[in-house]
């Protein structure tokens, strides 16, 4: 069965930093791209990074470039999401998702498996 799980969701105050893990069973990361999506109450899921099949090729949201860093330890079967500077704005479900391709996309739409979700609250 494949399946994603994500975890390192947390409540933390402005400013403060998490790290999220995405691990997988089932099967292999190394032959997807991974991409974190997120998604606030009331609002569309959106993009927030995406790491490509070799690694070699990382985007993200303006919203949260310069603050947030993707990484992938193959070794693991996991991607991680390195959260910094966080900002009330940041407060969403964070998931991840798989994408049967060489090559990131933007689109939620385009990923192939996706884990259940971890909540990310900034807060004071």
């Known amino acids: 069965q494949l399946q994603l799980v994500e975890s390192g969701g947390d409540l933390v105050p402005p400013g403060g930093s998490l790290r999220l893990s995405c691990a997988a069973s089932?099967?292999?990361?190394?032959?997807?791209?991974i991409g974190w999506f997120r998604q606030a109450p009331g609002k569309e899921r959106e993009g927030v990074s995406c790491?490509?099949?070799?690694?070699?090729?990382?985007n993200y949201a303006d919203s949260v470039k310069g603050r947030f860093t993707i990484s992938r330890d193959n070794a693991k079967n996991t991607v991680y999401l390195q959260m910094n500077s966080l900002k009330p704005e940041d407060t969403a479900v964070y998931y991840c998702?798989?994408?049967?391709?060489?090559?990131?996309?933007?689109?939620?739409?385009?990923?192939?498996?996706w884990g259940q979700g971890t909540q990310v609250t900034v807060s004071s």
């Open positions: 790491i490509n099949k070799s690694g070699r090729s990382t």
């Open positions: 089932g099967f292999t990361l190394d032959s997807y791209s």
């Open positions: 998702a798989a994408r049967r391709s060489y090559y990131c996309s933007s689109s939620y739409k385009e990923f192939d498996y």
